[in-house]
């Protein structure tokens, strides 16, 4: 059995690369626009008033291609939990 000793610094790189290759090697990719189902389960809300309140206040962008069809802006919901995000001490 051979063992094999890394840094913290290249483990963390090697990691990364390794990441980065299983996204590439399998095209792993979000979708730009999500159901209302894939948003609430994004926000973790389980309201559909909830979502529609965020949407109506204008915290997140919607595209609604049909009178019955809302698509809710992956990056618009990315962006919204990442501005109430809270910094550690």
Same mark, same amino acid.
């Given at each position: 059995?051979?063992?094999?000793? @890394?840094? &913290? $610094?290249?483990?963390? %790189?090697?990691?990364?690369? @390794?990441?980065?290759?299983?996204? %590439? *090697?399998? @095209?792993?990719? $979000? ?5 209302? $189902?894939? %948003? ?7 309201? *559909?008033?909830? +979502?529609?309140? +965020?949407?109506?206040?204008?915290? !997140?962008?919607?595209?609604?291609? $049909? ?5 809710? &802006?992956? &990056?618009?919901? #990315?962006?919204? +939990? !990442? *501005?109430?995000?809270? #910094?550690?001490?």
């Amino acid at each position: 059995m051979q063992v094999v000793c @890394l840094q &913290d $610094e290249a483990l963390k %790189a090697l990691t990364d690369r @390794l990441v980065e290759y299983v996204k %590439a *090697k399998h @095209l792993v990719k $979000e979708d730009k626009w999500i159901s209302g $189902e894939e %948003a609430m389960q994004k926000l973790r809300i389980s309201s *559909k008033t909830t +979502l529609q309140k +965020l949407r109506d206040e204008g915290k !997140n962008r919607f595209s609604q291609p $049909e009178k019955k069809h809302i698509l809710y &802006d992956v &990056d618009s919901i #990315n962006d919204y +939990l !990442n *501005k109430h995000a809270k #910094n550690t001490f």
